[in-house]
Every structure is written in structure tokens, then in C-alpha cells.
Nanobody, 124 residues
Framework: QVHLVESGGGSVQAGGSLTLSCSYT???????MGWFRQAPGKEREGVAS????????YYADSVKGRFTVNQDSAKNTVYLHMTGLEPDDTATYYC??????????????????WGQGTQVTVSS
């Protein structure tokens, strides 16, 4: 029903920027899309999410002011613009989608569909 493919990961130095892309296909309207990350030995963390039809966005405190989520509906793509990257941002980043309203848009358990992930490495 929903297929997600992330791209744009890579290696940058601290203070640098990266933009991740999540291209999606769906036979139904996606209600919420989120970006998550997981570093080795750490729990998965909700980074940012958006409700496309409501124009609402949500951010984890750890990235607020540095990361921005938006979409290009014509391209069926959601972006995560990351600036001021820090070594602690190093992780595999995943996009996720759900076809219903969710109470906690930064909680991974709320999401049904996941991409394969893209690696982001930030060196000091």
C-alpha cells in the first residue's frame, strides 16, 4: 500500500548540513509522515514529523531549530533538512508513514510503513 525510499545520507563534518529525501508511493492519503533515527546501541528516536494535510510539523527537542521537515507533494517526496549537524546526530535515519491520525507523531510505534534507512555520519 505504501512504499518509502530514503536517500541523501552521507558523511559530513560537524556544523555541516544534509538534506534527506523520502520518496513515497501510496494508494491512499498519508496522514502523518515521520523521520526517525537509530544509532548503534541506542533506542529509536523520533526526530520530526508532519501532517501534510494539516500543515503541522513536530520536532524533537534535540533537533528543534536545526532540522526542518517539509514536502513536495508534486514529487511525492518528504524532506528532512538538517543543519548544524553534530556527532550525536550520527545514526541511520528512517522515514515512516501512517494512514490514520496518531496521538504521538514522534512515537515510532504509531507508524505502519517504514523505509529501509539511510546512514548519516557526522565527524567532529
Amino acid at each position: 500500500q505504501v512504499h518509502l525510499v530514503e536517500s541523501g545520507g552521507g558523511s559530513v563534518q560537524a556544523g555541516g548540513s544534509l538534506t534527506l529525501s523520502c520518496s513515497y508511493t501510496s494508494n491512499r492519503n498519508i496522514i502523518v509522515m515521520g523521520w526517525f533515527r537509530q544509532a548503534p546501541g541506542k533506542e529509536r528516536e523520533g526526530v520530526a514529523s508532519m501532517r501534510p494535510f494539516a500543515g503541522l510539523t513536530y520536532y524533537a527537542d534535540s533537533v528543534k531549530g536545526r532540522f526542518t521537515v517539509n514536502q513536495d507533494s508534486a514529487k511525492n517526496t518528504v524532506y528532512l533538512h538538517m543543519t548544524g549537524l553534530e556527532p550525536d546526530d550520527t545514526a541511520t535515519y528512517y522515514c515512516a508513514a501512517v494512514l490514520r491520525w496518531v496521538a504521538e507523531p514522534l512515537k515510532g510505534a504509531e507508524y505502519t510503513y517504514w523505509g529501509q534507512g539511510t546512514q548519516v555520519t557526522v565527524s567532529s
